[in-house]
């Protein structure tokens, strides 16, 4: 349903004024890798927001909250105030993985304090495609308060947060689907992987295309390689910074009876045509939607263990298997000649 901008802006008022009086109740959904993902609910019973937590070991108490209302990312950050005069707001930016990179997002920044007293420096992101993918797919993230060279530096290990973030925005998006009274969809996250990226062709080997794309300031930020077939399925294999990604198109409605895990995301099971019943290698997957288009992706963090690159590196065919009758299948031919191609465009362009 298409809102207004007014309409939404007006809502989050009301909603902020009656939060004010309202007892708010923190549900646990998962705990792992050290960091906590709640569900926040009203007197009502209905979830205002989902937040993904981690405290960290230290001299002083460092706390990182992330939070999600479906309008707006929040970035709440507790770390050492002795250096930081007293005051409602500060500069701030913030810098994904190292001091040096640019920055994802600079402004005003308002110190906030809950209701425990505890307070916070909290930066706020409209939900817009892109927002968020650098703390999912990120290492570290650097907080600076204050003016230009006056700045104090905070950072915050990102260990994990992929899963946390994950869980945490399918969480909200599958509870207002219950609240408007209609059957949860599978989880779909908006994806800048390819928006706002230039791209490049560099080589095409048999039936497949191997792609690069740059950002606005002509770096380096992923290579694909990608096939199209004649019944109008796709499969796409990428490589970024952190992650290797395998997204494909098929005929949605096989996916109905898929199962999907706690978090809402999709259970697939990875086979091939000539081991059908292959049941060793099940993922989890989401559908993320780029511009309208939307594909299944299964990604896997090179820290994790695994080889899901030999999936499709070293068999002829790829079956994802959705339900025991289910399935969208991929002719493999020439995968390997593609991954070598895509793998030396890496080498060449990446720095």
């Not at 708010?24 to 792992?32: A, G």
């Not at 204050?146 to 599958?174: C, H, P, Q």
Request: glycine fraction near 8%; charge should be negative; charged fraction near 30%.
């Amino acid at each position: 349903m298409k809102r207004t901008y007014f309409s939404l802006t007006f809502a989050a008022l009301l909603l902020s004024a009656s939060l004010l009086h309202a007892e708010l109740i923190r549900t646990v959904i998962s705990e792992k890798a050290g960091w906590t993902v709640n569900s926040v609910a009203d007197e009502h019973g209905k979830v205002v927001r989902t937040e993904m937590l981690k405290t960290y070991d230290g001299k002083q108490e460092v706390h990182l909250r992330i939070s999600f209302d479906g309008e707006n990312f929040h970035i709440d950050s507790s770390a050492d105030w002795s250096e930081i005069p007293d005051a409602k707001s500060h500069a701030a930016e913030y810098r994904i993985d190292s001091a040096a990179n640019e920055s994802v997002w600079s402004g005003k920044a308002k110190v906030i304090e809950d209701a425990d007293g505890m307070t916070w420096l909290r930066i706020t992101e409209p939900n817009a495609p892109g927002v968020g993918d650098g703390i999912c797919n990120g290492k570290k993230l650097f907080i600076y308060v204050g003016a230009i060279g006056e700045s104090v530096e905070w950072n915050f290990d990102l260990k994990g947060s992929n899963a946390a973030y994950k869980t945490m925005v399918d969480r909200f998006l599958n509870a207002e689907s219950e609240t408007r009274g209609k059957a949860p969809s599978p989880s779909t996250r908006r994806s800048s992987h390819f928006n706002k990226l230039t791209e490049h062709d560099y080589a095409r080997p048999g039936d497949w295309a191997v792609h690069y794309f740059t950002d606005k300031r002509g770096k380096f930020a992923c290579a694909s390689m990608i096939r199209y077939y004649d019944n109008g399925t796709m499969l796409r294999v990428s490589r970024d910074n952190t992650h290797l990604h395998v997204d494909a198109r098929g005929d949605w409605n096989l996916l109905k009876g898929a199962s999907k895990d706690s978090s809402g995301s999709i259970v697939v099971t990875l086979a091939s045509d000539d081991s059908p019943d292959d049941d060793s290698l099940k993922y989890e997957a989401t559908v993320i939607d780029e511009g309208g288009d939307k594909w299944l992706r299964i990604s896997q963090s090179y820290e994790e263990p695994g080889g899901l690159a030999d999936v499709y590196r070293n068999s002829e065919s790829l079956r994802l298997k959705f339900t025991k009758t289910e399935y969208w299948s991929f002719n493999l031919k020439g995968s390997h000649a593609a991954d070598v191609k895509m793998n030396e465009c890496i080498a060449k362009y990446q720095k």
